[in-house]
């Protein structure tokens, strides 16, 4: 892997992140969240944030996002390095490693990991944020009350989410595998759904500049032709440009996104890693190019097709 520490990065000490006060306003800061214990079928989306920060600084490619924003200069993009996540309290330690973060004023893209970490990465960011909307994409709604017994396996977290009020609305895009069970969790929640046969049909989310965005990407959410490694690849999903559109054109100030579910152990190829470099970079642009906004405007909007 490239040296990292070549690359702008908040102040740390081996194998447990510490925040020192940052002079800037408020870049994106990469924090990885090396976690996939609540994953339901295959492991190894604990070893991501490596191997995607690896693509990231790759020589193959350059730092410059299609926006025009070098993400190598620290007012845009920093690297807070990883979480430390404790076995015994992972969530716990999780959202406090984002808390942490924010004190900071860094608005944070974290690196999972399975997406069970958006549920602790969402409270962190709600104590220092007001109401916010989430733009999820994905293959899967993960809205399950409870999951092989869990409810908090990755296949849950926004039940969680929503059964706390933590978000004002939230958005899925790119589901393809709902459920009747998920059907009747998104009706009692209030989800606005954009599956994979309306996306086609040409419906977008609506969402308005006056919000404040959390985005969540589950690569799987990406057709597998585009990002098969992965632990449940999903066939008839979104292109890479899909999503580029998506964040590029997002109006509204976004104050942190995850990117979850990358599994290098069935990444032969290394593409997936390399797709979720190139996500990173445009969400890093796109923080830089929309700056967060006053907390009192109202949250409007909703789906146009």
Not at 35 to 45: L, M, T
Not at 177 to 204: C, N, P, Y
Not at 263 to 287: F, H, R, W, Y
């Amino acid at each position: 892997m490239q040296n990292l520490s070549r690359r702008p990065r908040l102040k740390g000490v081996a194998n447990r992140v510490t925040f020192a006060a940052m002079a800037l306003a408020t870049p994106a800061a990469i924090l990885g969240v090396p976690y996939d214990a609540s994953s339901s079928f295959r492991r190894g989306a604990a070893r991501a944030p490596a191997t995607i920060r690896e693509a990231l600084w790759s020589p193959a490619g350059n730092s410059w996002a299609e926006t025009l924003v070098d993400t190598s200069d620290a007012s845009v993009l920093v690297d807070a390095g990883d979480i430390e996540v404790d076995s015994a309290d992972p969530r716990g330690s999780i959202q406090s490693g984002v808390e942490r973060l924010r004190e900071t004023n860094a608005r944070p893209i974290l690196l999972g990991g399975d997406h069970s970490i958006t549920y602790p990465i969402v409270r962190g960011v709600r104590r220092t944020s007001g109401p916010i909307t989430i733009v999820h994409i994905d293959a899967h709604t993960d809205l399950y009350d409870e999951f092989e017994g869990d409810r908090f396996s990755h296949a849950c977290p926004f039940a969680r989410i929503m059964e706390e009020g933590l978000a004002s609305r939230l958005v899925q895009i790119g589901i393809r595998t709902l459920t009747k069970h998920q059907r009747e969790q998104a009706d009692r929640f209030g989800v606005e759904i954009i599956d994979m046969r309306a996306w086609s049909r040409g419906a977008r989310p609506d969402i308005s500049r006056n919000e404040t965005v959390y985005l969540s990407i589950d690569l799987d959410g990406l057709d597998p032709a585009f990002a098969p490694g992965v632990s449940h690849p999903e066939p008839g999903g979104l292109s890479v440009r899909d999503v580029l559109s998506l964040i590029q054109g997002l109006e509204a100030p976004m104050t942190a996104a995850d990117i979850v579910e990358c599994n290098p152990d069935v990444d032969q190829s290394g593409v997936t890693s390399v797709v979720a470099a190139k996500l990173l970079k445009e969400i890093a642009a796109a923080m830089y190019c929309v700056r967060e906004i006053p907390r009192s405007h109202p949250a409007t909007g909703g789906v146009t097709a």
